[in-house]
T-cell receptor, first 105, second 114 residues
Framework: GIQVEQSPPDLILQEGANSTLRCNFSDSVNNLQWFHQNPWGQLINLFYIPSGTKQNGRLSATTVATERYSLLYISSSQTTDSGVYFCAVGNQFYFGTGTSLTVIP | GAGVSQSPRYKVAKRGQDVALRCDPISGHVSLFWYQQALGQGPEFLTYFQNEAQLDKSGLPSDRFFAERPEGSVSTLKIQRTQQEDSAVYLC????????????FGPGTRLLVL
């Protein structure tokens, strides 16, 4: 299957700071999603972004499919942004191991 | 409308018991996926349905795992003769049409095998 690597594995931010999360994948894909898993375990889709750039409020994502990576930008972070961020790629949606984000007030 | 629902939310089973986990996808969604998520890991693909057809079951870890979606809506994941290594959260997701569409996840069923 497709290998998915996410970095950094852990991130601690002060409230209001900005961050960039990265997802590298080992093969060309025609789909990619970013998810946020909240502390209660619910996975919430943030972006379906096989290529290009999308923005939704304080979050934005860019996928460069030809170079096999995607970036998730979080601006002006809030404590409610805490949780684990996953990217998932491919028809079977192979998931990475995630980035665990903690935002400190 | 209602999102993806799963039941039960928690299940404790004795080793060797059979369990059945239910997933109600978003109404009208064609595609349905099952995943297994171990503690501290990302979800791992188990199986995929398009309507009632099981198109991919390559992620099922053993022949003790069986999934069905007989009428193309509700799906059941059955685990026979549960083992301790089956303890995990089982997640269901649905998408509106093709496999390459935004997925919406249910809350999961947390299975503990003693």
């Amino acid at each position: 299957g497709i290998q998915v690597e996410q970095s950094p594995p852990d991130l601690i931010l002060q409230e209001g700071a900005n961050s960039t999360l990265r997802c590298n994948f080992s093969d060309s894909v025609n789909n990619l999603q970013w998810f946020h898993q909240n502390p209660w375990g619910q996975l919430i889709n943030l972006f379906y972004i096989p290529s290009g750039t999308k923005q939704n409020g304080r979050l934005s994502a860019t996928t460069v499919a030809t170079e096999r990576y995607s970036l998730l930008y979080i601006s002006s972070s809030q404590t409610t942004d805490s949780g684990v961020y996953f990217c998932a790629v491919g028809n079977q949606f192979y998931f990475g191991t995630g980035t665990s984000l903690t935002v400190i007030p | 409308g209602a999102g993806v629902s799963q039941s039960p939310r928690y299940k404790v089973a004795k080793r060797g018991q059979d369990v059945a986990l239910r997933c109600d996808p978003i109404s009208g969604h064609v595609s349905l996926f099952w995943y297994q998520q171990a503690l501290g890991q990302g979800p791992e693909f188990l199986t995929y349905f398009q309507n009632e057809a099981q198109l991919d079951k390559s992620g099922l870890p053993s022949d003790r795992f069986f999934a069905e979606r007989p009428e193309g809506s509700v799906s059941t994941l059955k685990i026979q003769r549960t083992q301790q290594e089956d303890s995990a959260v089982y997640l269901c997701a649905s998408s509106s049409r093709l496999v390459t569409e935004t997925q919406y996840f249910g809350p999961g069923t947390r299975l503990l095998v003693l």
